[in-house]
């Protein structure tokens, strides 16, 4: 069996969680999650904890099983953590700033860059070059994040553009002074 679809999935306090025809509802203090599931995956909740099964043991089931597993565990800690992505912006005059509930970017354009926050994302701006997306949605924050980031992606020579905060950026050597 999967070593990650094996694991069961403990509910917190102040969750709850509930399963009907492989569509799982988890609601939490921070909000409601809804997904459905593959029907060759079954769940079952008993006890505080969340178990994830699979009919065989096929390749495709396998897979299966702990992306499942992984689905609804992101849901669980989305309820009552949620999630969030740090960017930084690098470069001489670029800057981020809120207004209202918009991100407004200055990155080296003619123009702002104007992002729009959604409903289930939201965005910090704690310095002008660092930006915070937080929400419940695992999946909808980091594709918000790199949407954000593909503005202006950071570039191999000076670093200058939006990256990630983890993020390495390989670094290019200029051009050489031939004499």
Do not use: C, W
Request: aromatic fraction near 4%.
């Amino acid at each position: 069996m999967s070593r990650i679809g094996r694991t069961p999935i403990d509910i917190p306090a102040g969750v709850t969680v509930s399963v009907e025809d492989n569509v799982i509802t988890v609601k939490g203090p921070k909000g409601l999650l809804t997904r459905r599931l593959r029907p060759e995956v079954a769940l079952v909740v008993e006890d505080n904890v969340i178990r994830v099964t699979r009919p065989s043991d096929e390749a495709n089931y396998r897979a299966l099983h702990g992306l499942s597993r992984t689905l609804v565990a992101n849901m669980v800690v989305g309820v009552t953590a949620g999630f969030n992505k740090e960017l930084e912006v690098n470069g001489v005059g670029y800057r981020a700033a809120k207004d209202g509930k918009k991100l407004v970017l200055n990155v080296g354009f003619s123009h702002q860059v104007i992002v729009e926050e959604t409903d289930e994302i939201s965005i910090e701006v704690p310095a002008p070059n660092k930006v915070i997306i937080s929400g419940i949605d695992k999946q909808a924050v980091g594709q918000f994040a790199a949407d954000v980031r593909k503005r202006r992606p950071p570039e191999p020579y000076k670093g200058k553009g939006i990256k990630y905060a983890n993020e390495v950026i390989r670094r290019k050597e200029g051009k050489k002074n031939a004499k």
